[in-house]
T-cell receptor, first 110, second 114 residues
Framework: KNEVEQSPQNLTAQEGEFITINCSYS?????LHWLQQHPGGGIVSLFM???GKKKHGRLIATINIQEKHSSLHITASHPRDSAVYIC????????????FGTGTRLTIIP | DSGVTQTPKHLITATGQRVTLRCSPR?????VYWYQQSLDQGLQFLIQ???????AKGNILERFSAQQFPDLHSELNLSSLELGDSALYFC?????????????FGPGTRLTVL
């Protein structure tokens, strides 16, 4: 069973700050998703990555498969970035089952 | 808007009852996944269907069952409901089952068991 840990669990920052959320997992994976869950409950897939780095706008995700670690960075954070961010590694053996971290609750203060 | 639809948005029912949650995947997606998000357990994978066939099973209780129909919509049936089944139920869809498909989440169904 893949044990997934995220840190920090809660993060409050001022608008404009650079944000880093970390995700570690215990067993080999095929890929990892970063998800964003807004206060209303809806889930949006931000990234799916299996190696290296991806960038969408102010969001950057990196993964090191050998070290079993991924990070999500937000540059120039904004109050609308306030949400819960969840990492979800995917099983190595192709059935696309996701295991979810407990999430990081991010609050950006204007 | 992910293109995945779920109905109903909210459902309130009593213990012992049976409910059916419905999910329509994005156009062209063959895989449907069901997830449960409860306060104490977080997000958990329940089950995956691909083109009508069960593909993977997670922490799905025996009281729960699912199916995917020929038009690719899926239903999650929850029976003999207990208070602890109160949760948000999400479905997601993806194009196939190769290792690198992104999953697109529906808005969820909030189930409250009283």
């Amino acid at each position: 069973k893949n044990e997934v840990e995220q840190s920090p669990q809660n993060l409050t920052a001022q608008e404009g700050e650079f944000i880093t959320i970390n995700c570690s997992y215990s067993v080999g994976i095929s890929a990892l998703h970063w998800l964003q869950q807004h206060p209303g409950g809806g889930i949006v897939s931000l990234f799916m990555l299996s190696s290296g780095k991806k960038k969408h706008g102010r969001l950057i995700a990196t993964i090191n498969i050998q070290e079993k670690h991924s990070s999500l960075h937000i540059t120039a954070s904004h109050p609308r970035d306030s949400a819960v961010y969840i990492c979800a590694p995917r099983d190595l053996f192709g059935n696309e089952k996701l295991t979810f971290g407990t999430g990081t609750r991010l609050t950006i203060i204007p | 808007d992910s293109g995945v639809t779920q109905t109903p948005k909210h459902l309130i029912t009593a213990t012992g009852q049976r409910v059916t949650l419905r999910c329509s995947p994005r156009s062209g997606d063959l895989s449907v996944y069901w997830y449960q998000q409860s306060l104490d357990q977080g997000l958990q994978f329940l089950i995956q269907y691909y083109n009508g066939e069960e593909r993977a099973k997670g922490n799905i209780l025996e009281r729960f069952s699912a199916q995917q129909f020929p038009d690719l919509h899926s239903e999650l049936n929850l029976s003999s409901l207990e208070l602890g089944d109160s949760a948000l139920y999400f479905c997601a869809s993806s194009p196939g089952t190769s290792g690198y498909n992104e999953q697109f989440f529906g808005p969820g169904t909030r189930l409250t068991v009283l």
